[in-house]
């Protein structure tokens, strides 16, 4: 098993497929996931190859393209790795690594936990707040043609309802539900600690954005 070559190959593989993917979950993504991911595992005993392979191919198929199936990106990517004769063991931990990194950390029971897993769930994390998560999150408003705020619903005011529906609301409350949330569940000292910057700037972003809402006083 070359792995230099296979890491290459699969690079090649995802470009490929990701072509045209909207910018959220793009090879640019990856490419981010990828290298804070080498380096969260600088200060983490894991293998370097599994670490690679999960980032690389933990977006494969959003399963929100493919009518919510969840199945279809551990079935590419598998299909690929067998293709390049990495061994089973190792295809197999890359898959569980697919399956579990989008766990909420909330409702489901947790199934399978791997110190490669933390890592790459750490970087596809923290790729979802600072200043691309701040770009990433109003991109997808956009999408979803979102209002930015609505001052009637404020975040607080907006979860407490009971029926709140995750996911429904304006761009600033999704900071409310999940941005701000992420610093506290990340797994590893390096993922922590970058976490904490990134947050702090979405803080500031916060408080200069309700400021400018305000008017100028
Ligand atoms: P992930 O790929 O991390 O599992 P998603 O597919 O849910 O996350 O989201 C992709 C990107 O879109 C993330 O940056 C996320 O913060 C953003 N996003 C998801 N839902 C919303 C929303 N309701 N409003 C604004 N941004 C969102
Ligand atoms: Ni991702």
Redesign the pocket.
């Known amino acids: 098993m070359n792995k230099d070559l296979i890491i290459n190959n699969t690079i090649v593989f995802v470009k490929d497929t990701l072509k045209g993917a909207e910018s959220?979950?793009d090879w640019f993504?990856?490419d981010r996931?990828y290298k804070n991911a080498l380096l969260i595992s600088k200060s983490e005993n894991v293998d370097l190859f599994v670490v690679a392979l999960g980032a690389l191919l933990?977006?494969i198929a959003d399963s929100k393209f493919y009518g919510g199936d969840e199945t279809i990106g551990p079935k590419l990517a598998k299909e690929f790795l067998e293709l390049e004769k990495v061994d089973e063991k190792i295809i197999q931990h890359v898959i569980a690594i697919i399956e579990n990194?989008s766990f909420k950390g909330g409702k489901e029971q947790k199934t399978f936990s791997s110190k490669e897993l933390d890592v790459v769930q750490d970087a596809?994390r923290l790729?979802?707040i600072g200043a691309i998560g701040i770009a990433r999150a109003f991109n997808y408003g956009g999408f979803k043609n979102n209002l930015l705020y609505d001052p009637d619903l404020p975040p607080q005011m907006y979860m407490n309802k009971a029926e709140y529906k995750k996911g429904s609301g304006t761009t600033i409350n999704h900071f409310y539900e999940k941005l701000l949330l992420l610093k506290d569940l990340m797994n590893t000292v390096t993922g922590k600690k970058i976490a904490q910057k990134r947050h702090e700037f979405m803080e500031v972003f916060l408080s200069q954005f309700f400021a400018e809402w305000e008017g100028e006083k």
Do not use: K
């Open positions: 959220g979950h993504h990856i996931v933990h977006d990194i596809d790729d979802a």
